[in-house]
């Protein structure tokens, strides 16, 4: 625990420090926040805290102790009454999750009717696979069954994760997700990101791309957003709740 302590205060100095990521991260929770209902928001898996700077007043939970967190919360047990929250905001998570169809089912349990899910999570393509594959700290495991029961264990190193998990989720087994989670409507699904965020190199490695060529490369973006499927290397994904 101490060790992870430590590490979330390293990429928390590495936020305050490197502008690339600032600027992408700006994007990112600028496009979660057009996705949000006004209301409460409740955030899991807070890490080093930077979506408090966008939205001061959600609840930032984490199953780690640090102090810019306002909840200690295990994701695969939700300690809220129902219908509480009218958002649940999860930026890199979901593919940590031991048991992701168990946090689906606790989600559905403290969201309000309307209330939605919002989800930024690595996207496995054909240009993303080599990097995430071989050159990424977290693993890649593609032949797996995202929906196996498991459950949380309180021994394993929580930065550890299986990037494909998002991508099996919301593609290759869709339809046993909308079989699974009727009532969790997916309303939109965005593949996004294929060339700055590569280049910046995240919080690993150091980056590739000089903050004066951001606004070219975005363009660049929006001219391959066509080739998306095949270049993308992150998944929004935004479910509501409609159990009527």
Not at 28 to 39: D, K, N, V
Not at 108 to 117: C, D, H, M, S, Y
Request: positive net charge; charged residues 25%.
């Amino acid at each position: 625990m101490q060790q992870d302590s430590h590490i979330l205060n390293e990429r928390k100095q590495i936020w305050k420090s490197k502008k690339i990521l600032k600027r992408l991260y700006h994007n990112w929770y600028r496009i979660i926040g057009s996705a949000l209902r006004p209301g409460s928001i409740l955030e899991i898996g807070g890490g080093s805290g930077n979506l408090k700077e966008f939205f001061p007043h959600a609840i930032s939970s984490d199953i780690l102790f640090t102090p810019w967190i306002d909840a200690v919360v295990d994701a695969h047990q939700l300690p809220f009454n129902e219908m509480t929250f009218d958002n649940i905001v999860l930026f890199d998570v979901l593919h940590h999750l031991n048991d992701p169809a168990q946090f689906f089912c606790e989600a559905q349990k403290v969201l309000k009717q309307k209330g939605r899910i919002v989800l930024m999570e690595p996207y496995i393509s054909w240009a993303s696979f080599f990097i995430y594959r071989f050159l990424h700290t977290e693993d890649l495991v593609w032949n797996i069954n995202p929906f196996k029961k498991g459950g949380s264990d309180k021994d394993k190193n929580h930065f550890q994760g299986n990037q494909a998990i998002p991508t099996l989720i919301f593609e290759k087994y869709n339809h046993r997700f909308v079989e699974n989670f009727p009532g969790l409507k997916c309303i939109n699904k965005e593949r996004t990101d294929f060339i700055i965020y590569p280049l910046s190199g995240g919080f690993h490695n150091p980056s590739l791309c000089p903050l004066f060529l951001y606004s070219s490369l975005e363009y660049l973006e929006k001219i391959l957003r066509p080739l998306k499927r095949f270049l993308a290397f992150r998944l929004l994904v935004v479910l509501e709740k409609d159990t009527a």
